[in-house]
C-alpha cells in the first residue's frame, strides 16, 4: 500500500535510512540532508533473524509459568492473592511497560533497545528461578516481562522500517514464530521440569532462548550507534514531529480492537481447558484441545497478514473472523463436548484477529515513528483492557456455576471488537488523521476530541 507522494518521509530510528523504502516515502526534503545507507546485511538477513529469535520470546516466559503455577505456589509458598497478582502481571506490564517504548526510541537506536529488552528478559528469567523469596519473584518477574513489553512494541516499527515491502509477509513470519514459542514453552515446560526433578529448570531454560536472542542484536546496536554518531546534530534536526494516536478516531479504533481481541484470546487460554473438563473430557484431553487452539493457529498467524497486506480493504476478513469466533463460542455454549474438535478449529480460525491486527499497525502508519506511536498505544490500551478478560470470566463462571453468561461476555467483546474492526478496515494513515485534528484545531473547529470524531 504505496503512500501518496506528499507523505512525510520515515525517520531512521536507528540512524540509517529505511531498507528498501519506496522513494516516495523515503525522499528527504530539500531542508533535511540525505540519510545514510543500510548495509544488506544490517538490513536484510541478520534484521529477520534477530526479530525471530525475539518473537520466539514473547511469550515463553509467560505460558511455561502457567504450565508449572502449582508448583510455583507450592515451591514458594505463594497465597492466593500474590498468585493472583503473577497471572495478572504479563497484562498489566505489558500495558504499563510498553508505552515507554516511544520515549526510548526517541533516545537510543531501536537495536540497542532491544538488545536491553533481551536482556532484561533473560536476567529476570534467571534470578526469578534463583530466589526463594515470593515478592522477589513476582520483582523478577516484572523485569523479564518488561524486556517482553519493548519488544512487543519495536517489532511492528522494524517491519516497517527495514521490510517496508514485505510487511504482511515478515509480520506473519515473526508471529508464527511467536505463536510457535507460545506453544513449544507451555508444552515442554513441565517434562523439562520433571526431567531436573523441579520446577525452577522448567522456567529457567527458557533464559537461554533470550541470551541467544542478544546475538543478532548486538553487531546491528553497534552500527547503528556509529552511524547516529557520524550523522551528529542532523539527525536531531531531523526528528519529525511526535504522532500522538490518542487524538484520533483510527488510534483509538486500534486500541479497542486490540484489545477486544486480547481480551478473548487470554480468557480463552485462562479458562477453555475448565470449559472442557466441566463438559466430560479428562484433564489430558483438556489440556490437548486448548493446546489444538495454539497449533492451528501457527498457519493462520502466517497467513493472515499476508493476506491483510494485499487486500484494499480488511473488511472481508474482519467480518471472516467474527462469523469463524461466534460460531465456536455458540458451539462451545450448546455442544461443547460432542463437537469440540469444531469449536476448536474455528477458534484458531478467530483468533487470526491477533495477528491481524499486528499486520494492521504496519498498513496504517506511513512512517517509522508513527508505526513505533500506534504500535505502544494500541497495544498498551489493549492490554489492559485484556487484563480483564480472564478476571470476568471467573468472576462469571463462579456466580452463575455454568459457561453461558462468561460465553456471552465473549460475543459482548466480539461485538465491540467487530465495530472498530469496521473503522480501521479502510486504509487511511494515523499521520494523516493527526495532521486534520490539527488543521480543525488551529481553524477553530470544536475541541480535540470534537475534531477526533469527526476524522475519519
Not at 510487511?167 to 507451555?186: F, S
Not at 504522532?243 to 484489545?259: C, N, Q
Not at 480463552?268 to 489430558?284: C, H, K, N, S, T
Not at 491483510?308 to 455458540?330: D, E, I, M, N
Request: glycine content about 10%; aromatic content about 6%.
Amino acid at each position: 500500500m504505496t503512500p501518496p507522494a506528499s507523505s512525510t518521509a520515515a525517520p531512521a530510528v536507528d540512524g540509517p535510512a529505511l531498507t528498501g523504502a519506496p522513494t516516495t516515502e523515503a525522499t528527504p526534503s530539500p531542508a533535511t540532508p540525505p540519510a545514510r545507507p543500510v548495509s544488506p546485511v544490517t538490513g536484510g538477513a541478520l534484521v529477520l533473524v534477530g526479530m525471530l529469535l525475539v518473537a520466539l520470546n514473547l511469550r515463553a516466559a509467560v505460558t511455561s509459568l502457567g504450565a508449572l503455577l502449582d508448583e510455583v505456589r507450592v515451591g514458594l509458598g505463594l497465597s492466593g492473592a500474590m498468585a493472583g497478582v503473577v497471572t495478572t502481571l504479563p497484562t498489566v506490564a505489558f500495558a504499563g511497560l510498553g508505552a515507554l517504548t516511544p520515549w526510548l526510541v526517541r533516545r537510543w537506536p531501536a537495536a540497542r533497545v532491544l538488545v536491553l529488552a533481551m536482556v532484561a528478559l533473560a536476567a529476570g528469567q534467571v534470578l526469578r528461578v534463583v530466589t526463594d523469596s515470593a515478592p522477589l519473584f513476582v520483582l523478577t518477574s516484572a523485569l523479564a516481562l518488561a524486556g517482553i513489553a519493548v519488544a512487543n512494541i519495536l517489532l511492528p516499527m522494524l517491519v516497517k522500517q527495514h521490510f517496508p515491502h514485505r510487511t504482511g509477509l515478515v509480520t506473519g513470519a515473526y508471529t508464527m514464530a511467536l505463536t510457535t514459542g507460545t506453544t513449544v514453552a507451555a508444552a515442554s515446560a513441565v517434562p523439562v521440569a520433571h526431567a531436573f526433578g523441579s520446577w525452577r529448570a522448567g522456567l529457567g531454560v527458557w533464559a537461554g532462548l533470550a541470551a541467544v536472542a542478544v546475538l543478532p542484536w548486538a553487531p546491528l546496536a553497534r552500527r547503528a550507534r556509529a552511524a547516529r554518531r557520524a550523522a551528529g546534530p542532523v539527525a536531531v534536526a531531523a526528528t519529525p514531529a511526535r504522532v500522538r494516536p490518542a487524538r484520533t478516531r483510527l488510534g483509538w479504533a486500534m486500541a479497542v480492537y486490540f484489545g477486544m481481541q486480547s481480551l478473548s484470546g487470554y480468557a480463552i487460554m485462562g479458562w477453555l481447558a475448565q470449559l472442557f473438563r466441566d463438559a466430560g473430557y479428562a484433564p489430558e484431553a483438556a489440556g490437548l484441545l486448548l493446546a489444538g487452539v495454539t497449533a492451528l493457529g501457527v498457519p493462520v498467524a502466517l497467513a493472515m497478514p499476508a493476506l491483510a497486506g494485499r487486500l484494499r480493504t480488511l473488511r472481508p476478513l474482519v467480518l471472516a473472523l467474527t462469523a469463524f469466533s461466534a460460531a465456536s463460542y455458540l458451539g462451545l455454549a450448546v455442544a461443547p463436548h460432542g463437537l469440540a474438535p469444531l469449536w476448536v478449529l474455528l477458534l484458531a480460525l478467530g483468533q487470526g484477529a491477533f495477528p491481524l491486527i499486528l499486520a494492521t499497525i504496519g498498513l496504517r502508519a506511513r512512517t517509522a515513528e508513527g508505526t513505533v506511536a500506534l504500535s505502544a498505544f494500541a497495544q498498551s490500551t489493549g492490554y489492559l483492557i485484556a487484563a480483564l478478560g480472564p478476571l470476568l470470566v471467573g468472576i462469571l463462571y463462579e456466580a452463575t456455576g455454568g459457561w453461558t453468561a462468561p460465553i456471552g461476555l465473549l460475543l459482548v467483546a466480539l461485538a465491540v471488537q467487530t465495530g472498530s474492526g469496521l473503522v480501521i478496515a479502510r486504509p487511511r494513515y494515523i499521520e494523516d488523521e493527526q495532521l486534520r485534528v490539527e488543521r480543525q484545531e488551529e481553524a477553530g473547529v470544536g475541541s480535540p476530541a470534537t475534531a477526533c470524531s469527526t476524522v475519519g
